[in-house]
């Protein structure tokens, strides 16, 4: 089964300084995802087994570290 669903996380620098193997600035250069299913709940029964899949593809990007503030958009406005 091939899970529709996934949760992607950062602990960000409060979380990451209590986490014993992350350097101060690592939480800049992670990303953690998971595999879920939420909207499917999975019910086993004792002793039934389950198995699912998440296929993962990593996509080169221009947007690197150094624009991870970037600074806010300014809009035109209407009138």
């Known amino acids: 089964m ?3 669903t996934i949760v992607v996380w950062n602990p960000w620098e409060k979380k990451s300084k209590s986490v014993a193997d992350f350097g101060d600035e690592e939480y800049k250069h992670m990303l953690c995802v998971y595999a879920a299913a939420i909207e499917k709940p999975i019910s086993l029964k004792p002793g039934e087994e ?3 899949r998440l296929h993962l593809s990593a996509i080169p990007s221009t947007y690197g570290a150094e624009n991870l ?3 806010p ?3 035109p406005r209407c009138q």
């Open 73 to 75: 958009m300014v809009l």
């Open 2 to 4: 091939i899970l529709e």
């Open 69 to 71: 503030n970037p600074p």
């Open 50 to 52: 389950w198995t699912g």
